[in-house]
């Protein structure tokens, strides 16, 4: 009898850890997808933006400028692969005399220009830390990477834009679907960074007489 209920003790206790343990880690996980869906509304993509970084759920993200680092990480990866194809195309299209290889080699060198500036953009964000407290250089470096994100955008967009119409051949609306991809990225990014200093600026306006 003894032994029958310290089994039985002992499966009360193993269902019970099986319960508890799930729901103990589920928290952290919905917490941060919470948090990523809730910054992605804010964006111009707000669909893509969840997809794309809703794999980062578990990273434990805890605040807006890690939200933004990775959102830019994203874009930057994709306009690196982005130039990867664009760099094979335009090479088969100069090889044969292609009429479609200016335009390729122009959006190329734009792309290359973003995957530039966007790798600027990275390495400013990195110099932002919350713990230094409001200084002139927070506020030179938030203008920095809004910059250079701007400047991606805008030259992912003036990509696309050589492929212009709807009726196109399938290397060049594989082109532009890439290309679009990235300038969807790219915004949704910039989105999520002004979000993020948002919070010097109204830190800032607090602080004046």
């Given at each position: 009898m003894a032994k029958?209920?310290?089994?039985?003790?002992?499966?009360?206790?193993?269902?019970?850890?099986?319960t508890v343990e799930p729901s103990m880690t589920r928290p952290r996980r919905s917490r941060a997808r919470t948090f990523i869906e809730a910054s992605c509304q804010t964006t111009r993509y707000p669909a893509l933006c969840i997809k794309c970084l809703s794999r980062y759920a578990?990273?434990?993200?805890?605040?807006?400028?890690?939200?933004?680092?990775?959102?830019l990480t994203v874009s930057l990866y994709r306009a690196r692969y982005t130039r990867s194809y664009m760099l094979k195309v335009a090479k088969e299209l100069k090889a044969i005399r292609a009429k479609e290889y200016p335009a390729v080699r122009d959006c190329l060198q734009q792309i290359d220009d973003s995957v530039n500036q966007l790798s600027q953009s990275i390495r400013e964000l990195r110099h932002l830390n919350p713990k230094a407290g409001m200084t002139d250089d927070i506020f030179w470096h938030i203008d920095n990477v809004k910059t250079w994100v701007s400047a991606a955008l805008t030259d992912a967009s003036s990509c696309a834009d050589e492929f212009p119409g709807h009726r196109m051949s399938k290397m060049k609306a594989t082109i532009k679907g890439k290309v679009l991809n990235v300038a969807q990225l790219t915004s949704n990014a910039l989105a999520l960074f002004h979000q993020y200093a948002a919070r010097y600026a109204g830190a800032a306006a607090t602080k004046k007489p």
């Open positions: 029958l209920s310290l089994s039985l003790m002992l499966f009360i206790f193993c269902i019970n850890i099986a578990n990273s434990n993200i805890q605040d807006a400028q890690q939200l933004a680092h990775i959102a």
